[in-house]
């Protein structure tokens, strides 16, 4: 469903613009404690997974400090979930292929990205147990209808986005799951 993404460019350029869009709205409301002036204050990142093709703009993650209170504002991201090493688009492609005990030929497109099976473990743990046991998965499960199997999370996800919103479930699942990626632009949403 989305290994054509996963191997795709474009598909990540596509993501850095959709940051870009995300910090350039967050930048101009300005800070969400003061109301003062937000200046660059990028986060380094050496993100995992990627195309050879597609890693130029995701050594860093946008973030802003206010020129005034020095608080910092990390806006919503399509590219990074959390601190994860490896980009958004592989955590949730590999987790839901591996929940749903995908077809063999998709096994093995998968395998060639060389993820570990114990950060494979990880994942499934966290989509099992921190995602579900989020306040953003107890609001957010009721939008859908019939609901996800929680079991076969982010599989049920993307199955339920490509049904809602074709031809991208992977996108419309990664924008949805935007919210998750920053504490300090909870407040933007």
Excluded at 27 to 43: K, Q
Excluded at 83 to 107: D, E, F, H, L, N
Aim: net charge positive.
């Amino acid at each position: 469903m989305c290994h054509v993404s996963i191997q795709n460019p474009n598909f990540y350029r596509l993501l850095l613009h959709i940051d870009q869009n995300y910090a350039e709205q967050a930048r101009e409301r300005g800070c969400l404690g003061c109301g003062g002036v937000l200046h660059s204050a990028r986060y380094p990142r050496k993100p995992r997974g990627l195309p050879r093709e597609a890693r130029a703009g995701y050594d860093f993650r946008y973030s802003f400090c206010c020129a005034d209170c020095r608080r910092r504002l990390t806006p919503f991201s399509v590219r990074f979930l959390g601190q994860r090493v490896y980009v958004a688009a592989i955590m949730v492609a590999v987790s839901a292929t591996r929940a749903s005990a995908g077809t063999a030929a998709a096994m093995r497109r998968l395998d060639t990205l060389g993820v570990p099976p114990s950060t494979i473990a990880r994942w499934r743990q966290w989509w099992q147990t921190e995602f579900l046991a989020s306040p953003f998965w107890t609001l957010g499960r009721a939008a859908f209808v019939p609901p996800a199997d929680t079991a076969q999370c982010p599989a049920s996800l993307l199955e339920r986005f490509a049904a809602a919103s074709p031809p991208e479930p992977l996108l419309s699942l990664l924008s949805w799951l935007s919210p998750l990626t920053s504490a300090s632009a909870e407040q933007l949403a």
